[in-house]
């Protein structure tokens, strides 16, 4: 094991604070262990599932909190609970199936049970066998039951942390946020499938790309073509507390910017002859879901969850790390429980702004990599996040600002203590 | 395997070649022909089976029109950024499962390679194709292609379709 005591003085964090991120933090073997005990089992809140995943007692979905698995149930109270997915006996993965239901949680390897409650309830011989052997006396089951996470639920969403220190859940996020959670999943969800990407670079480099607004129109050159989503529309970026989280939003129809993106250097001014020719208009077809006419909004709660809202493509994602250098992006589409069949169809035909093959999202999967390859020989340098000052504070009605990447950084720095 | 009645408008090595040449265009080009295969309006989506199974609607790729094939296509070439790549697709014999009115419908396994320009080669995805198969105009198309991939978690991205 990797000595980590010396982490701060080893990452040597630029004078500049958060307006840089030293390329260190995404390769090294030690940050990404003293990541897991910090910000995975620290005083951070991480998004488990979804209500509509568990419709029937004893229903569970599986999740990873950074490495450690974790099961997510509905137990007999009708309540969510959420235990680490690991016998108490050995270690043995308890369940492996990644969704199922089952009456009580038992472990293959040696027959320990437990219940729904995650209390151990039976032992195999534990009274030994025809009087030889077993447990001695003194073996108490209600000792080993299965590790806990305080679980919070808010609009069938689940979230959940390891540490006792964790702000409650609203305080955590902030109250804009938190209003756009119930915008966004107050009416029952309805899950239309789900998918994921393994990504060749650290899940830092993911999450930073998801609240990074500078990008959006221009990496994703479909986005300024098309007009989905140019910097010049109205909209702006909402800080969640302490500048971790974020939520960036867009109103499609007030874009004034064909001046901006028709003038090359602007890669958008080379496609312009591409942007006149969409030859199917089913796709740009969309109703005003939430009645305020923001057509799109990007929230993110640190350290790794993100709800999406591309006009009527509705999404969570989840990045999972895996490696220093490699991360696994999940996502789960979802409608609502009410929306008709011309809306499902259209919710569906608009998914095609997401996932691998996202008109919109393809490139996020592949960014990161060429990051992760151009760092890889200059570890002791920096990225340099200027745009829009050196703080973490939004910029009133304008997403030409990097805060909300240096805000996620803020977090970082905190809970790692570096 | 469903007998395949002598008058079918569309025979089995009829559908066969058809999908070989699908996936020839996709190998070796051009992606511009890629619509040509499809009847108007059609059906072409990539899915995985685990989706498939739990019978939820989301698709990776949809495009229920030549139109949108051609988008898709566009957005390839001239929108999307990717690093550089190209494909081999290898084919399973064909099933029939269906020969009903003027359509055949068939299953076949596939195996997709990627090579990145720069080296890295996978097997990046298998699955099956399900498709249905007419005639127009004295060609035979797809009405309807389905991808279902047998993996739910895809390296990086798809790009060019399958």
Same mark, same amino acid.
């Given at each position: ?20 991120? +030293? ?45 450690? +698995? ?6 007999? !109270? ?48 534990? =009274? ?18 299965? !590790? ?26 902030? &109250? ?13 969800? =309805? ?50 507390? =302490? ?7 867009? =109103? ?147 997403? &030409?600002?990097? !805060? ?15 | ?35 040509? /295969? ?7 989506? %990539? ?8 019978? /939820? ?63 890295? /080669? ?19 198309? /797809? ?10 978690? %895809? ?8």
């Amino acid at each position: 094991m990797s000595d980590v005591t010396d982490l701060a003085s080893r990452i040597a964090w630029p004078a500049e604070g958060v307006a840089r991120v +030293p390329y260190v933090v995404y390769s090294d073997p030690g940050v990404h262990e003293w990541e897991q005990t910090h910000i995975f089992r620290g005083p951070a809140w991480h998004f488990l599932g979804l209500e509509a995943q568990l419709p029937e007692v004893g229903s569970y979905t599986l999740v990873d909190v950074g490495t450690t +698995p974790v099961i997510v149930l509905r137990d007999e !109270a009708g309540e969510v609970a959420a235990f680490v997915n690991r016998c108490a006996h050995k270690g043995t993965q308890l369940l492996f199936v990644p969704q199922g239901k089952v009456k009580q949680v038992m472990c293959v390897y040696h027959n320990w049970c437990y219940d729904l409650g995650g209390r151990l309830t039976s032992v195999a011989f534990e =009274k030994g066998v025809q009087g030889k052997g077993g447990m001695s006396p003194d073996f108490r089951k209600d000792q080993h039951g299965l !590790a806990r996470l305080r679980v919070h639920r808010i609009c069938g969403l689940i979230f959940g942390t390891f540490s006792d220190a964790t702000p409650d859940f609203d305080s955590y996020v902030g &109250a804009e946020l938190v209003a756009n959670i119930r915008r966004v999943c107050s009416r029952p969800m =309805k899950i239309l499938g789900q998918y994921s990407q393994l990504l060749h670079s650290n899940w830092k480099l993911y999450i930073e790309n998801v609240q990074d607004p500078y990008h959006a129109s221009i990496l994703h050159a479909f986005n300024g073509v098309m007009k989905l989503d140019r910097l010049t529309m109205e909209g702006g970026v909402v800080k969640g507390t =302490k500048g971790w989280h974020h939520m960036a939003y867009s =109103k499609m129809s007030t874009d004034r910017g064909d001046e901006v993106y028709g003038k090359g250097p602007m890669r958008s001014a080379e496609l312009s002859t591409y942007g006149h020719g969409l030859r199917d208009h089913s796709l740009s077809e969309f109703w005003d879901d939430f009645g305020d006419n923001v057509s799109l909004t990007v929230q993110t709660i640190f350290p790794t969850f993100v709800l999406q809202q591309l006009r009527n493509s509705l999404a969570i994602r989840l990045v999972v790390p895996k490696t220093p250098r490699t991360c696994q992006l999940h996502w789960i589409a979802f409608g609502y429980d009410d929306d008709d069949e011309r809306k499902s169809a259209l919710r569906l035909k608009q998914a095609n702004y997401m996932g691998p093959a996202g008109l919109i999202s393809m490139e996020d999967g592949m960014i990161g990599g060429l990051v992760q390859r151009g760092i890889e020989g200059d570890k002791e340098k920096s990225s340099v996040l200027e745009l829009g000052g050196r703080g973490v504070e939004p910029i009133e009605g304008s997403r &030409a600002s990097e !805060a909300s990447v240096r805000g996620f950084w803020a977090g970082y720095r905190e809970l790692m203590g570096v | 395997m469903v007998q395949v009645a002598a008058d079918h408008p569309v025979t089995a090595s009829q559908a066969r070649a058809l999908l070989s040449d699908y996936v020839a265009i996709l190998d070796d080009g051009p992606l511009a022909d890629w619509p040509s /295969f499809f009847t108007d309006p059609c059906l072409y989506r %990539i899915t995985t089976r685990e989706n498939q199974e739990r019978q /939820f609607p989301l698709s990776i790729m949809l495009c229920d029109s030549r139109a949108m094939l051609y988008d898709r296509v566009e957005a390839t070439e001239k929108a999307n950024i990717f690093e550089p790549h190209t494909y081999r697709h290898v084919l399973s014999d064909s099933r029939i499962v269906a020969a009903d009115g003027a359509t055949l419908k068939l299953r076949t396994s596939f195996l997709c390679a990627r090579t990145m320009v720069e080296g890295d /080669f996978s097997l990046f995805v298998s699955g099956v194709y399900i498709d249905e198969v007419v005639q127009e105009s004295g060609r035979c198309l /797809f009405r309807s292609k389905t991808v279902v991939l047998d993996q739910s978690r %895809i390296d990086t991205l798809i790009a060019i379709p399958l």
